[in-house]
């Protein structure tokens, strides 16, 4: 079991910037992958960036050049620094890990609500 809990979220302007965070517990050791998902009102949940052990990064083409996805191994964090935000980065955010030790699995933390908005 991995349990995750994000913070960071809140009201941000048109073009301003947020960090979201996302702390792991449990079975860390089996995690190969951690990434961030967002959900819209609405909308169907996407991803936004995800972080593979051994360091590759990958985007969603709506946020490459302002989105960066980072992780502190020793810490158990992961992170999301959000810039040039805009109205359409409104969401909540979910911290996700993957562990494909025995199986599949697919750890989601509660979510943290992003608004852009002036």
């Known amino acids: 079991q991995v349990h995750l809990i994000e913070s960071g979220g809140g009201l941000v302007q048109p073009g301003g910037s947020l960090r979201l965070s996302c702390v792991a517990s449990g079975s860390i050791v089996t995690i190969s992958a951690m990434g961030w998902y967002r959900q819209a009102p609405g909308k169907q949940r996407e991803l936004v960036a995800v972080?593979?052990?051994?360091?590759?990064?990958n985007y969603a083409d709506s946020v490459k050049g302002r989105f960066t996805i980072s992780r502190d191994n020793a810490k158990n964090m992961v992170y999301l620094q959000m810039n040039s935000l805009k109205p359409e980065d409104t969401a909540v955010y979910y911290c996700?890990?993957?562990?494909?030790?025995?199986?599949?699995?697919?750890?989601w933390g509660q979510g943290t609500p992003v608004t852009v908005s002036s």
């Open positions: 996700n890990a993957y562990s494909d030790y025995g199986g599949s699995y697919n750890y």
């Open positions: 972080i593979i052990n051994g360091g590759t990064r």
